[in-house]
């Protein structure tokens, strides 16, 4: 293997990287000014890269062929499949931020410029084969993600958004480090692949804190319970835009790294971590939903929602099979598509005075004022809620339906029943803006990029939506097969 | 048979009627709605003369892989076909029961409607079991917000509890239907009827399904849910509840729990006649005390339903076949009685039943419809009640004859809660002068009323052309739980002949001939009786 084929794997990093560094000159030149343009060659820098990403997963790349730089990373199905919905996720969340901080007097080329290296990050870490490159992704999304979230510098919540998230990810960040030192000592390699091999025979104590540590660390990234503390915190203080992109993209790079660690790195050892997952799935989903009851800020609730959509995936995590690795791919992603359809809608609610409503009083009888929004989040709502004919139905069908193949069934059953729960919130969610009276203070907002992504979000997870579920099945569980090398 | 995708085009109607409904004005919604609902009802009409009665068990069939996981499968037999006759039949009556009463959001209500139209039938058609749960499971949302947007005072707490119970009931029973996909390799629901599933896992998956069908039943003690929905639920929601959604459990039943898990079924035969027994005589006994009419006939549809389940559980055709008639007797009779109160709710607009009396004065012609279809909810003869009770308590009666008793008093309690409403709304004295001063009814609940009325009696007079396309589909199903049926209680032996009567004493002839004034009637057909 030479050098030429391995740049040649990661061309997509290559254009982020180059695309990155030139944006990051023409916002230093450029001035304010230039955020328009800097925003506009971003999301086109990311739609390049992920045109280069398809055929990795058409052609439904893995194995060795796929290792690039000597086992550092792998361009398999797997991580292009994650990278795409990566990129899609980051080019939303460029498309809505103008709309947002433009009314502030807000709007930075430095926002696409950091959303771009965020995202270079993420590539990085779904694509990682050993654990010195997971630990530079997760690093370098993270260092640019700190910055997003206290990106409007004024505003004392976003502040502290920005460094409760510095401080609890440091420390995330260190619990990852030292079970990865754990395992590198009682494993003598770093690669996923010799971790593997060196795990076949049994699991001594050491490396066992070490896998135990490492899932940790990855569940502080993830938001899954008991890590999940600063989510709500952060999701609610950050500038809404941020939060969509943190709800999105970044959830989906960890779960899939997740996936990853535990699957093939750890993935000889299964039975070893699958009861910690079934754990934090059930706990995900179970504090998922009772923390979201007694929420009043909509952003809050939204963020105790993708603590308890985590669980969900979790599941399919906890299935560790092919077909349970494809539903979570599955889930994660009509997942996006709802956290960005339904952060998009709150978004777009503004008072008179153009500023953002964010609770649920300021929403009251919202489907009077303004059908459109409340149709869409109506829709979002019972998606998020798993009830038919809405995809997200689909997508809990499919992880439950791992679990069983799985023999997981009392998991299944439980999990499902804690669903009902999480019903609660959100078809409180419709109530407050369906039976109540209408206070008439959401009255404006919402640019047309905006409308865009929610009408797309909202016909996506419709029952339209159902026509493309054979696509895409065939295209998660080719990338799930990426994964799982041998089968 | 692949021929006219009639079915699909029963569901397009509605659909395109709720979505051109979300974008007109009032008025138009109405016509719009109206006019989708009759296109459905002409179609259903058009379905039932098509059915070839002992033809081919699945009719107009259609199939279509669209999807991941299952497929769009389309597909009717003669217990589908009532039933979706039925849905297609309230639909457009639903319509107009609301055309005046409904003032708010009128686009959006129709819009919720057509919607459900278009679940029902969906329901009844789906040949996938996943498409089926779609369908069943969607329904949630337009019932949700019908209740939540158009219902009552306490309308909120009603459409939660609404939705989370039945959501609770649901879950499981997914979970059930993929572990027997996984079982069985496909959720084709004909292939999956003749599949036979280990008995120990029949248990889980009836107690699943039974967790979900008796929930939407309902069936006692998990029915509390219903009374308050249908109180808060505008009239037409209620008639649609009552009418159609409450049959959801019934067919579920008979279409999964019965013939997919026959062993199961009959294991837990006990548990179903226990919970009817029960349902029927508590539930006519709250009957009684209700002052609010709504609620009043919410319980009594708990009741009735409680025949239903114990039907569907006599493992013999005369029982499912009752079971079958009950449903669709309830469902325009009770559908019927949610009209005739809102009738005088939307004069009075309360539902309670003091603030009535003597409406037989000023509103004769409504007092006679109401009597038809109270007389219709006892089961009086020549309505389809009495043909309902009769064939289900004939069949539960192989069965259990101790059941058949508790659920007979129920008829009798039912007579009680009924007339006493009867007389309490529409005779007596004319307590109230506003209720008093009301006109009778206009043209357009004659219009709703005089079909429901027409096919009541036609039901009680001539249930074979219900009956009949529903046959062999029945048979089918008793000759698939066959191998399972429990032994009745009533084991009826032929005795061996005995020589003389029960009463015959040797050597006392002539000397009883002072008491024979008493004994006559006994003597007569005995043999000492010959020898006088």
Request: glycine share 10%; proline share 4%; with cysteine.
């Amino acid at each position: 293997m030479d050098y030429a084929t391995s740049f040649g794997l990661i061309i997509p990093e290559l254009v982020l990287t180059g695309s990155g560094l030139v944006l990051l000159m023409i916002a230093a030149f450029g001035g304010e000014k230039a955020s328009r343009l800097v925003s506009i060659l971003a999301a086109v820098a990311l739609g390049a890269a992920g045109s280069l990403t398809i055929p990795a997963l058409a052609n439904g790349a893995g194995g060795d062929a796929s290792m690039a730089f000597y086992g550092q990373i792998s361009a398999d199905a797997f991580s292009a499949f994650a990278k795409l919905l990566v990129y899609a996720a980051a080019i939303g969340c460029l498309m809505i931020a103008p709309g947002f901080f433009g009314q502030r007097r807000a709007m930075k080329p430095e926002y696409p410029v950091l959303v771009l290296f965020a995202t270079l990050g993420m590539s990085i870490m779904v694509s990682a084969t050993d654990l010195m490159t997971l630990y530079i992704g997760l690093e370098l999304n993270s260092l640019a993600a700190y910055v997003l979230a206290s990106f409007l510098r004024n505003d004392s919540r976003s502040a502290e958004a920005g460094l409760k998230y510095f401080v609890l990810g440091a420390l995330a960040s260190g619990i990852l480090l030292y079970g990865m030192s754990l395992t590198y000592g009682f494993t003598g390699t770093t690669s996923f692949a010799g971790i593997r091999a060196a795990q076949e025979a049994g699991l001594s104590t050491g490396a066992l804190f070490g896998l135990i540590f490492v899932l940790a660390g990855l569940a502080f990234k993830i938001s899954a319970v008991p890590f999940h503390m600063w989510t709500p915190d952060v999701y609610q203080g950050a500038p809404t835009p941020v939060t969509t992109f943190f709800a999105t993209a970044p959830k989906v790079a960890a779960v899939a790294l997740t996936a990853r660690v535990a699957l093939d790195a750890f993935g000889s050892q299964a039975d070893a971590w699958r009861q910690i997952v079934i754990f934090a799935a059930l706990a995900s989903i179970i504090v998922g939903a009772l923390g979201a009851i007694g929420q009043n800020n909509l952003k809050r609730l939204l963020a105790y929602s993708s603590i308890n959509n985590v669980g969900f995936i979790l599941i399919g995590l906890a299935a560790a099979t092919v077909e349970g690795a494809s539903a979570m791919l599955f889930y994660l992603t009509t997942y996006v598509v709802m956290s960005l359809g339904s952060f998009v809608a709150v978004l777009m609610l503004r008072n008179g005075e153009g500023e953002n409503l964010e609770t649920f009083e300021d929403i009251a009888g919202l489907s009077s004022t303004r059908p459109g929004v409340a149709l869409c989040l109506l829709a979002l709502m019972f998606s998020l809620a798993g009830i038919p004919p809405l995809l997200g139905f689909w997508a809990k069908v499919e992880v439950f339906n791992a679990a069983i193949q799985a023999g997981l069934v009392p998991l299944a059953v439980i999990g499902i029943a804690a669903s009902v729960i999480g019903a609660f919130y959100y078809i409180k969610f419709v109530k407050v803006m369906y039976f109540e009276e209408p206070v008439g203070r959401a009255t404006k907002g919402g640019s047309a990029a905006h409308w865009a992504i929610l009408i797309i979000c909202t016909l996506l997870i419709s029952p339209l939506g159902f026509l493309l579920t054979r696509g895409l099945q065939a295209m998660t569980d080719t990338a799930a097969a990426g994964l799982f090398p041998g089968v | 048979m692949e021929g006219f995708p009639i079915l699909s085009l029963m569901l397009l109607v509605p659909l395109v009627g709720a979505v051109l409904c979300m974008f007109v004005n009032a008025s138009t919604a109405r016509w719009v709605a109206l006019i989708a609902t009759l296109i459905d009802l002409v179609l259903g009409i058009s379905l039932w003369l098509n059915f070839d009665i002992g033809g081919a068990q699945w009719q107009f069939t259609e199939r279509a892989n669209l999807f991941a996981g299952f497929e769009y499968a389309l597909g009717i037999d003669g217990i589908a076909l009532m039933l979706i006759m039925l849905s297609v039949f309230l639909m457009p009556i639903c319509i107009l029961a609301s055309w005046t009463s409904v003032t708010k959001r009128v686009g959006e209500y129709m819009a919720a409607f057509l919607v459900m139209e278009l679940l029902m039938i969906g329901v009844f058609a789906a040949q996938d079991i996943l498409l089926f749960y779609i369908f069943f499971e969607a329904g949630l949302i337009p019932m949700y917000l019908i209740i939540g947007i158009w219902g009552g005072d306490d309308r909120i707490y009603a459409s939660f509890k609404f939705f989370l119970y039945t959501l609770l009931g649901s879950v499981v029973m997914l979970i059930a239907m993929l572990w027997m996909i996984q079982e069985a390799g496909t959720s084709s629901i004909p292939v999956l009827l003749q599949y036979d599933f280990p008995p120990e896992a029949q248990t889980w998956l009836w107690l699943a399904f039974f967790a979900s069908f008796a929930v939407k039943m309902p069936m006692w003690p998990v029915h509390t849910w219903l009374p308050a929905a249908h109180v808060q639920a505008p009239t037409a929601g209620s008639v649609i509840l009552a009418g159609v959604l409450l049959k959801l459990g019934g067919y579920g039943f008979i279409r999964f729990s019965l013939p997919m898990f026959p062993e199961a079924s009959a294991q837990f035969v006990w548990l179903v006649f226990g919970l009817s027994m029960i349902a029927v005589v508590v539930t006519s006994l709250i009957a009684l005390v209700q002052h609010d009419m709504k609620k009043l006939i919410a319980y009594s549809s708990v009741a009735h339903m409680a025949i239903v389940t114990a039907g569907l559980f006599a493992f013999n055709s005369q029982g499912i076949e009752g079971a079958m008639v009950m449903m669709l007797s309830h469902g325009l009779v009770s559908g019927a009685l949610f009209l005739c109160v809102g009738v005088i709710y939307d004069r009075l607009h309360t539902r309670e039943i003091a603030r009535y009396g003597g409406l037989a004065t000023n509103m004769p012609r409504y007092a006679l419809f109401f009597l038809l279809f109270t007389m219709a909810s006892i089961g009086l003869p020549g309505t389809s009640g009495f043909v309902a009770e009769f064939i289900s308590l004939a069949g539960i009666y192989q069965m259990s004859s101790t059941t058949t008793f508790v659920l007979t008093t129920g008829i009798i309690l039912g007579a009680g809660y009924m007339l006493y409403l009867y007389r309490r709304v529409v005779f007596g004295e004319q307590k109230n002068a506003d209720a008093a001063a009301m006109p009778d009814m206009n043209a357009r609940e004659w219009l709703m009323l005089a079909p429901v009325a027409a096919a009541v009696l036609w039901m009680g007079v001539y249930p074979e052309s219900f009956l009949a396309p529903m046959r062999s589909d029945i048979a089918a199903i008793e000759a698939r739980i066959a191998r399972a049926t429990p032994a009745g209680d009533a084991q009826l032996e032929a005795g061996a002949p005995r020589d003389h009567a029960a009463n015959y004493m040797a050597g006392e002839h002539g000397s009883g001939h002072g008491a024979e004034g008493e004994h006559g009637a006994a003597e007569e057909g005995g043999s000492e009786g010959a020898e006088h």
